[in-house]
């Protein structure tokens, strides 16, 4: 599975966001986590949006998540996934990914998941 940005920072916190469903598959799963979501936080740590009290690669690499590099597979394929009701090109890119390489997409974000795409999955659950 591969988890929306926000996902693996509630995961890297222990976050009480995460469902039972979803913690269970944490630990049992095989779980990626792309190179876009560390561009993505990296980015929101540089603006001020975001604080870690350790670094973000040390808590990535400790996280024992698998890490998915961006491809140029994805990027030629990004047009795939439609009917997302917004154009955010990180959401647009990890959905891609999660399509390109068959496995379950975890998110809470409400579009996302009113989007009805058969492999995102409810990370609340």
Known sequence: ML????????A???ESRLGA???TRLQSDTVFVSAASAWELT???RTGRLE???PLGQMLAESGFR???VLVEHGLRIGEVEGLPHGDPFDRLLLTQAH??????LTWDR???AAGLPFVRDARE
């Open 3 to 10: 988890l929306d940005s926000h996902v693996a920072l509630a």
């Open 12 to 14: 890297l916190r222990d």
């Open 21 to 23: 469903r979803t913690r």
């Open 43 to 45: 980015i929101k740590v």
């Open 52 to 54: 870690f009290t350790e």
């Open 67 to 69: 890490h998915l590099p």
């Open 100 to 105: 390109v390489e068959g496995v379950d997409f």
């Open 111 to 113: 579009q996302i998941l």
